[in-house]
């Protein structure tokens, strides 16, 4: 089980977060018409092994967008930290 040490409410279970995407993933302008751009950002994804940035809410706690950085071969987590105020 992951357990996230959220900044507002300290430690807690992966269980009361939703996954909301990687991290470094760059959305294309709203009125970008380009439909390759579009295609990349909801279909392209790279599977990486080792640290990786995610987007995850803590949905059942302070309701705070969170980037969490998660190393893929073994699931520790190195850091925790605000999305607002993180460089994603």
């Known amino acids: 089980m992951l357990r996230f040490d959220c900044p507002c409410c300290g430690p807690r279970d992966h269980d009361e977060f939703r996954y909301g ?3 470094s993933v760059r959305r294309p302008a709203h009125n970008d018409p380009d439909p390759e751009a579009w295609y990349a950002y909801v279909y392209i994804r790279k599977n990486p092994a080792g640290l990786h ?7 059942t706690g302070c309701r705070q967008w969170l980037v969490v950085e998660r190393d893929t071969r073994n699931h520790v987590i190195s850091s925790v930290a605000f999305a607002r105020t993180s460089q994603a």
Do not use: T
């Open 21 to 23: 995407g990687d991290a």
């Open 53 to 59: 940035r995610e987007f995850w809410q803590h949905v």
